[in-house]
């Protein structure tokens, strides 16, 4: 090396400036994994704000003689001097920018490398979060601001100003060590000092965070409820509301504080819409709920089949046609184009729209009945038409006597008329008094008598002919069904129908409900307006359509619902017999969720079921999660397998004795897979 190389080369401890494209990264460096493009981003807004706040620990670049090339190598600081490529890369300085440097050539450069990284200690997250805080209260930086100058982002930046406006007292909590971070996010959820605290002291052996957030969200509504999605962000800020938000986790929206207020918008809501409904469509009342009134007690009637007019006809005819054009030129398509995927759903909606007129109430019905406005269960607005009060009902025409021998009407009670003397029922004891009185109507004890002959002779008749006793059991059922009150049917037989929606929560809302609901609707539709026109109706009924209203009929009285005092293992066998005979399966309609079943079971049922539908190696990656994250990432997995819990599992033939069991051996059977099945 010559004096004159050996010159130019600073001194150890030297403090000189060097221009960027100068340094080089040291293969000294301890530090084998790089920085990550965050880290790198960090430092580059932070330069840009303030400075490079720490000199860079360089080492001159040597030849294998000795001579000094111009170049140093970085061996503190090397995340700065990527930080400032990156900034000449975006042409915020230049390659050439002088960068502060201290030279070390007394110290090994891979020990002080790895000095840097080890021997230090960051400050505790709670002083950092604090310290966010001061920035935004003392010097007024919002968090854009605060983000640029840090690289951040914004939304990290509110996070940390989140937890620096958490109680003080559990913040020294957290200091001590007694709170671990994702609880002091849960309670970070609102800035309440009061609540946060209160919530603290209510807290028992179970502490994790989703368990401290459901506790200061439990009086508020989520964004996602069908409330707060019925009146919409918007309109509930507009009117003073306020939302929680939770910045730590995925809230769908937040959370509505003011729930009397939501629900005063909603009432409000549905009753404006109620109002459209009446004025549009000539209702005599409508009434709003929150739920359907299952208990409301008033007849229905449904509309009637009409024939479209002519120019909704055209207008269906050509819709149609442009449908079947459409299907055929795009018949071998894979993959439809977003426009004509688009035509297809508006062609199908006008469809929809005008088939939907096949059905019309008679205006004299609409004008004597009402609507319930309800709230859907997905937010929606729900309207459920024509129900008739008792005052509005038509006057029920005056009975006649059911005698066919021409004895004529009788005017009293519903056992026979009222003899002149005001004795009913006494019979006279010789001929005088009827040869006085030839129109005297049939004393009760003979009209009785006469009629249970007639029951008699009904009953064998009716044994022999198979036909005519369906088309007797659906009358008189469809009678009690259809028309609420109406007193037509000659077979003593009552459809007892229980109430599923007591039983479960918004059950009439699922696709099953809805279905029924449905195909309830279709056959309400054909039924005559007069009762006493019915059983002609279900007389020219073809066979097939006759079987199918006698099926539907006979399926309202179904009960296979299992209550917790209820001791009935034949009826839940034949509940079993029942649900193979019609090959039910229920994955048709019915899915494990969060709501459903997963988050109403042990952690223990959920492991069990993914176990058993998925794999142990499934249910053993989750055996430590939280309950609720357990639930939801179990729907996941189930969602693609046909995984039902016991209960729902239809009997497979296969698995059934050859021989038929006795009715104690089928009790206890049956006794034991349902013990374990309501575990």
């Not at 040291?26 to 530090?31: E, L, M, T, V, Y």
């Not at 609880?183 to 009061?194: N, P, R, V």
């Not at 006698?550 to 209550?563: G, R, S, W």
């Not at 990656?621 to 693609?640: G, H, S, Y």
Request: charged residues 30%; glycine residues 6%.
């Amino acid at each position: 090396m010559s004096a004159k190389n050996v010159e130019i080369v600073p001194q150890s401890g030297t403090e000189i400036f060097i221009p960027l494209n100068k340094l080089k990264k040291s293969p000294k460096n301890a530090r084998k994994t790089p920085h990550s493009d965050a880290s790198i981003e960090a430092y580059a807004a932070s330069i840009a704000a303030k400075g490079i706040l720490q000199n860079l620990v360089v080492e001159p670049e040597l030849e294998a003689d000795g001579v000094a090339t111009g170049f140093y190598f970085v061996t503190i600081g090397e995340g700065r001097r990527l930080a400032q490529l990156l900034r000449v890369k975006r042409k915020e300085i230049k390659k050439t920018e002088p960068i502060r440097c201290v030279i070390d050539t007394a110290n090994d450069a891979f020990e002080i490398s790895l000095d840097e990284n080890v021997t230090r200690e960051n400050m505790h997250p709670a002083d950092q979060f604090e310290a966010f805080k001061k920035l935004a209260e003392d010097r007024g930086f919002g968090a854009e601001e605060i983000a640029a100058r840090f690289g951040v982002t914004p939304h990290v930046v509110r996070q940390r100003l989140r937890l620096g406006a958490v109680s003080p007292k559990l913040m020294e909590i957290y200091r001590n060590g007694d709170l671990a971070l994702d609880q002091l996010m849960a309670f970070a959820i609102t800035e309440d000092h009061a609540r946060q605290e209160a919530a603290y002291e209510r807290l028992s052996f179970n502490r994790d965070a989703s368990t401290i957030r459901r506790m200061l969200t439990e009086t508020h509504v989520a964004a996602t409820d069908r409330r707060a999605i019925f009146v919409g962000v918007e309109k509930y800020t507009e009117v003073g509301g306020t939302i929680l938000r939770d910045l730590f986790t995925e809230d769908r929206g937040g959370y509505f504080e003011d729930v009397a207020l939501l629900d005063m918008l909603v009432m409000a809501k549905l009753g404006r819409e109620a109002n459209v409904v009446m004025d549009a469509e000539g209702w005599k009342w409508a009434q709003v709920f929150l739920e359907y009134p299952h208990s409301h007690g008033l007849r229905r009637i449904y509309p009637q089949a009409v024939e479209l007019s002519a120019e909704d006809q055209a207008a269906l005819d050509a819709v149609k046609s442009e449908l079947d054009s459409l299907t055929q030129q795009h018949e071998g398509d894979e993959e439809l184009a977003d426009e004509v995927d688009a035509r297809f759903g508006e062609l199908e909606a006008e469809i929809e729209r005008l088939e939907a007129k096949r059905l019309a109430y008679d205006p004299a019905d609409i004008a004597r009945c009402g609507t319930f406005v309800i709230l859907n269960h997905d937010g929606t607005l729900r309207i459920e038409r024509g129900f008739v009060k008792a005052e509005d009902e038509k006057p029920e025409p005056e009975a006649h006597s059911v005698s066919e021998e021409g004895e004529g009407a009788h005017t009293g009670n519903e056992n026979g008329a009222t003899a002149p003397n005001g004795e009913a029922g006494k019979e006279s004891s010789d001929g005088e008094d009827e040869d006085a009185d030839g129109h005297k109507p049939l004393s009760d004890i003979l009209i009785r008598d006469l009629t249970a002959h007639r029951t008699l002779g009904l009953r064998l008749a009716l044994s022999e002919q198979p036909e005519v006793a369906i088309v007797a059991v659906t009358h008189a059922l469809s009678a009690q069904i259809f028309y609420r009150g109406a007193d037509a049917h000659v077979l003593d037989i009552r459809p007892v129908s229980v109430m599923l929606a007591s039983h479960a929560d918004r059950i009439e809302d699922s696709k099953s409900g809805k279905a029924w609901a449905d195909h309830h609707a279709r056959w309400a539709a054909q039924m005559p307006r007069d009762v006493s026109d019915l059983w002609a109706f279900v007389g020219e009924l073809d066979h097939d359509s006759r079987m199918a209203l006698f099926a539907h009929c006979i399926a309202l009285t179904v009960n296979a619902v299992k209550l917790p005092m209820e001791r009935k293992p034949r009826a839940m066998a034949t509940a079993d017999r029942l649900a193979e005979a019609v090959s039910l399966d229920m994955t048709a309609h019915w899915r494990p969720t969060a709501r459903t079943y997963l988050g109403r079971v042990t952690k223990t049922h959920i492991l069990d079921a993914v176990r058993g539908a998925v794999s142990d190696e499934a249910a053993t990656r989750m055996a430590d999660m939280k309950k609720q994250d357990m639930a939801e990432a179990a729907e996941q997995l189930l969602a693609a397998t046909d995984w039902l819990p016991a209960l729902m599992r239809t009997p497979r033939a296969a698995q059934e004795c050859t021989e038929e069991p006795q009715a104690d051996a089928v009790t206890e059977t049956n006794r034991d897979a349902y013990s374990v099945a309501a575990e």
